[in-house]
T-cell receptor, first 114, second 112 residues
């Protein structure tokens, strides 16, 4: 089966600019997650979708981050305006179930904010 | 009393030796646990999982042990190979929360 696809692989922007990341999950996976991974740390959940509805966005900095999953398949994560501390790898993952099956991760987008 | 393995941020082993990676989880209500392997430049990759009604599960060259009394999880890798060099993360899932919370990783280095 095809894995989770993410683009771009790398992005460098200046602070206060905006950026968007795209994710295409594994076909048939209803649950989609966006995680932020700062260098040297474990992934931290930003937002979780079940089909096209948000089920958990408690850790999403909503003043600058937004995400959507139109039609319950692809998803985009946006940051506007970016801050220096947003430099991280943004990982998209999908799973068959919700909380009872392993996550399948993409290779992430490495964001550098200068 | 029972000894509990400490979480170490780094672990270095000789090729062919067995590796043990430890993880302490935070929530006693967690009922599903997963180990992931993350290589440089890639996303975490599923290795093995275990549910709270079990205390041991074996895969190919890997074994996960769960001690719910002390909220401890370990990953044992038999006959460690250079390709096992990576960062290993444990993750816990709380019932009905639907999300995985990741612990601090352990960087495993295998010396030839």
């Amino acid at each position: 089966e095809a894995g989770v696809a993410q683009s771009p692989r790398y992005k460098i922007i200046e602070k206060r600019q905006s950026v968007a990341f795209w994710c295409n999950p594994i076909s048939g996976h209803a649950t989609l997650y966006w995680y932020q991974q700062i260098l040297g740390q474990g992934p931290k959940l930003l937002i979780q979708f079940q089909n096209n509805g948000v089920v958990d966005d408690s850790q999403l900095p909503k003043d600058r981050f937004s995400a959507e999953r139109l039609k319950g398949v692809d998803s985009t994560l946006k940051i506007q305006p970016a801050k220096l501390e947003d430099s991280a790898v943004y990982l998209c993952a999908s799973s068959w179930g919700r909380g009872n099956s392993p996550l399948h991760f993409g290779n992430g987008t490495r964001l550098t904010v200068t | 009393g029972e000894s509990v393995g400490l979480h170490l941020p780094t672990l270095s082993v000789q090729e062919g030796d067995n590796s043990i990676i430890n993880c302490a989880y935070s929530n006693s209500a967690s009922d599903y646990f997963i180990w992931y392997k993350q290589e440089s430049g890639k996303g975490p990759q599923f290795i093995i999982d275990i549910r709270s009604n079990m205390d041991k599960r074996q895969g190919q060259r890997v074994t996960v042990l769960l001690n719910k009394t002390v909220k401890h999880l370990s990953l044992q890798i038999a006959a460690t190979q250079p390709g096992d060099s990576a960062v290993y993360f444990c993750a816990e899932n709380i019932p009905n929360a639907g999300k995985s919370t990741f612990g601090d990783g352990t960087t495993l280095t295998v010396k030839p």
